[in-house]
């Protein structure tokens, strides 16, 4: 149960991107990706996050603009824990060149 997003904190660690782990979240994870002091994306996965059913992830943050228009919500449901970690990356690897890690 809830393997999509113990997927990702594996992939994460091993790419070395930083991330808080709350293993307590209702009945299931909370991953969030930092910048500094402020969480730039939050995942979840538990018995009431969209995709929980199919083991596939919520975000909060790291949306592209289409997204945000066409859910008209702050949060995406349904992903990959592939997915997930490639909107970390690139996220993570634009800081990088930035300085700003």
């Known amino acids: 149960m809830y393997n ?5 904190k594996d992939m994460l660690t091993k790419a070395n991107i930083p991330f808080w782990w709350k293993p307590k979240h209702f009945d299931g994870y909370l991953l969030a990706y930092p910048k500094k002091d402020a969480v730039i994306c939050s995942v979840i996965e538990f018995s009431n996050s969209y995709g929980s059913k199919g083991d596939l992830l919520e975000i909060q943050g790291l949306m592209t603009k289409e997204e945000m228009e066409q859910h008209d919500d702050d949060v995406l449901g349904y992903l990959t824990a592939e997915n997930v970690f490639n909107r970390i990356k690139k996220h993570w690897d634009v800081s990088s060149t930035e300085g700003n890690k």
């Open 4 to 8: 999509e997003i113990l997927r990702l």
